[in-house]
């Protein structure tokens, strides 16, 4: 099989341009090792806590060097996305941090506290109807009539050469023996690990966690070719593309990435052991890798990294969760 350097050799350069625009404007975020975890699961256990990212969560990267990329190839009037959440907030600290405005097209469902820490970033809020369909027919509106410059919350060149800074990172603090646990939905990040652990010649394997609650990526992997989900039910809000993305998902198979889905109660007893064990206050998206340990269906050998994605919940909403 040929290499990801001679397959893509432009995104590779892509995952470079990228490490180069946000060394500097983002945090290099912890990997705290967890004995009391560790020693619980039976693994030697690192948590990776992009929970403290800017912003609350990963996607200030893809975020940031979207808006970034997309200013170097020339002038831009504004902004358009479509996002569940963390995206939305991501975009609009992005687009703020060099003077643009950002239309965030919404579902009524998203949550309430994402939407209101994105419109205090700045972003102005359009709503539509609640079905994927609609918000992307919205954000195409907006493209043609307003000439609004598209950001893709998960999938395209620039958004996964910013998560593969992620990987970039990871390569740098964990074993070469590592399996990285990495919560996915529209694929972005997950694929984006990979290829920044490929782009710094990092062994370590890669693992997807999914709901089983939005198994779109897994019955898409099962299938070969991308699917819709047409009904996505999860507490992991963040988690709720309804398909994954184009590139993700063939980087995904290119990779040999598995998924492992696993149940909403799994995610809540996962919050919960966050809090116990580490008094770490994550969203249920970033608790789906600890979930996918606790089933125990998925046993990697060696040490075990989970990517802690973000935190971007209202404290009481946290309360109930962990209450329930
Ligand atoms: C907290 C969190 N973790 C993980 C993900 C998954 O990222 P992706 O859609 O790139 O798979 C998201 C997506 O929004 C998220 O908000």
New binding site residues.
């Given amino acids: 099989m040929t290499s990801t350097a001679e397959r893509r050799p432009e995104l590779l350069a892509a995952v470079d341009r990228a490490a180069g625009r946000l060394e500097g404007r983002l945090r290099r975020t912890p990997l705290l090792w967890s004995p009391a975890l560790g020693e619980a699961l039976g693994f030697e256990l690192g948590l990776k806590l992009e929970n403290l990212q800017t912003t609350g ?3 200030a990267r893809p975020a940031l060097n979207s808006v970034l990329a997309a200013l170097e190839r020339g002038p831009v009037p504004g902004f358009v996305t479509s996002s ?4 939305g907030i991501a975009a609009a600290w992005a687009a703020r941090g060099v003077g643009l405005p950002l239309k965030l097209v919404m579902m009524p469902s998203a949550s309430t506290h994402k939407t209101r820490v994105a419109e205090a970033l700045g972003a102005e809020i359009l709503r539509c109807a609640d079905d994927y369909a609609a918000r992307e027919e919205r954000v195409r509106a907006l493209i043609e009539k307003k000439g609004r410059l598209p950001l893709h ?2 999938d395209g060149e620039d958004s996964i050469a910013g ?1 593969a800074t992620l990987g970039l990172e990871l390569a740098r603090e964990v074993p070469e023996t590592a399996t990285i646990m990495v ?8 694929a984006g690990v990979a290829l920044g652990l490929d782009r710094a010649g990092h062994p370590a394997r890669v693992q997807a966690c999914q709901p089983a609650g939005n198994g779109s990526l897994a019955r898409s992997l099962a299938e070969g070719r991308r699917l819709c989900s047409n009904r996505v039910r999860t507490i992991a809000d ?2 709720s ?1 309804a398909v994954p993305g184009k590139l ?1 998902f063939e980087l995904v198979r290119e990779f040999g990435i598995g998924v492992t889905e696993v149940a909403e109660d799994s995610i809540r007893r996962a919050l919960r052991l966050l809090v116990k064990e580490e008094r770490l206050m994550v ?1 249920p ?2 608790a789906v890798p600890l979930a996918a340990l606790l089933e125990g269906r998925f046993r990697p050998a060696g040490p075990v990294i989970l990517v802690l ?2 935190a971007n919940i209202a404290p009481e909403d946290f309360a109930g969760l962990v209450r329930s």
Avoid: C, I, M, R
């Avoid at 996915?184 to 997950?190: D, M, N, T």
């Fill in positions: 969560s990963f996607k569940s959440g963390n995206f919350p998960h998560d919560p996915a939905s529209g694929a972005g990040l997950v963040g988690l593309a993700g969203e998206a970033a994605s973000g």
